[in-house]
């Protein structure tokens, strides 16, 4: 079974399973459709390889070889291939092009719904179902041209355009109540709409009371009815918007993105905003006694930076 085989097999089988909602073929979907997408992806690569380089570009493993030419080439090498790091890679080198951010929710979900989540049902798999949809009908008609709902059968690809209408509906519903709050942070705004439900891993989340302040809103899950209230909600929201950076802060010595705020000691205070996201609070940024930057992680000593407040009680 070829490659190209294998990736339409596992994007149909995954929505069989999806239409079946039990627990165990809900989490089965979630694999499929995710394995699917990465076999699309390779049989892209496969595609892109050079004749006779035993399809090196969906290699892990690369050699450098003479051919009978005398010319140095690379060749694939073993039965291992590439990872979800490697195809980006070998994508942005070669210039394949997909939706990357779509990619990596789907990632997420596959992750999180066999090891986090505590519910999941069909609602809460919209989001995947849809996010594959838009990804496959690019990437087929871009990258491989080819017609997608040829390559993935009518049936199949009417289900994925049903869920994804649907979803769509939905979503826009959760967005319109949740941009009626003032969440006064654009990286909370931005991270709210991109939080996924703590329980069941959908992102249909809605806002509620719509218009009310940003303290006292608590967010509706669309799928399991899961609520969250502006403390719970927020911390996690600026976590999850961050984490890039601060993965970034302690492998590449860069600034923490965000720290625990000095007056409510919630973990919401953006450094790139200045304040907390969640009560506001702005803290004195430079040290009023030798007036240098404060770091982020001294901000708890604010209006002193570290130093100086050690200093300060080491006199007292």
């Given amino acids: 079974m070829n490659l190209l085989t294998n990736a339409i097999e596992a994007i149909q089988v995954g929505i069989e399973d999806y239409e079946d909602g039990s627990r165990r073929r809900l989490l089965a979907s979630v694999r499929n459709v995710y394995a699917g997408l990465l076999l699309f992806y390779k049989e892209a690569l496969r595609r892109k390889s050079p004749p006779e380089s035993n399809e090196v570009l969906i290699k892990a493993q690369v050699q ?40 990596e929710n789907i990632r997420k979900a596959r992750n999180n719904v066999e090891h986090y989540y505590s519910t999941i049902n069909a609602e809460a798999l919209k989001s995947v179902i849809a996010n594959a949809f838009v990804l496959l009908r690019d990437f087929i008609d871009r990258e491989l041209h080819e017609e997608p709902r040829d ?141 240098d930057n404060i770091l982020p992680e001294e901000l708890d000593s604010s209006p002193l930076c570290g130093w100086c407040d050690y200093m300060k009680n080491k006199n007292d």
């Fill in 64 to 103: 450098l070889q003479k051919n009978p030419a005398g010319k140095v080439v690379a060749v694939g090498t073993g039965r291992k291939t590439v990872d979800s790091h490697q195809i980006q890679e070998r994508f942005s080198a070669i210039g394949i092009t997909t939706n990357w951010k779509k990619f």
């Fill in 151 to 291: 390559l993935l059968g009518e049936r199949t690809w009417d289900k994925m355009l049903q869920i994804a209408e649907v979803y769509q509906v939905e979503r826009i519903a959760c967005d319109e109540t949740i941009e009626s709050i003032d969440w006064n942070s654009p990286t909370l705004f931005g991270a709210v709409e991109n939080l996924h439900c703590v329980e069941c891993g959908a992102d249909l989340l809605m806002a509620t009371p719509t218009n009310s302040p940003r303290d006292q809103v608590s967010l509706q899950c669309r799928a399991c009815g899961n609520g969250e209230t502006a403390e719970e909600l927020i911390p996690r929201a600026i976590s999850d918007e961050l984490s890039w950076e601060l993965y970034l802060s302690f492998t590449d010595g860069n600034e923490f993105p965000y720290v625990s705020c000095p007056e409510c000691s919630k973990e919401s205070y953006v450094i790139s905003e200045r304040k907390c996201a969640y009560c506001d609070h702005e803290a004195t940024h430079i040290c009023i006694r030798c007036g």
